[in-house]
């Protein structure tokens, strides 16, 4: 039990981080992007990610669009 209680404090962040998530259409097509870092390392996903401090969750989105 002590090893799965240990794991889980590692994959799991202490405190909860605010995040976006953008859907992208453009002609009937929608903007993906693989992921470059874990976790989900080299699968498909839509744009998004931290929101920095400072930043409004629109102007976050547009980033993470542009990234």
Do not use: C, H
């Not at 889980?8 to 259409?25: I, M, S, W």
């Amino acid at each position: 039990m002590k090893n799965s209680l240990s794991k889980q404090k590692k994959d799991y962040p202490d405190k909860p981080r605010v995040a976006v998530g953008a859907v992208v259409f453009s002609n009937n097509r929608v903007l993906l992007v693989r992921r470059g870092q874990p976790p989900s390392e080299d699968l498909w996903a839509i744009p998004g990610g931290s929101v920095e401090i400072g930043e409004t969750l629109q102007e976050a989105a547009e980033r993470e669009i542009l990234e």
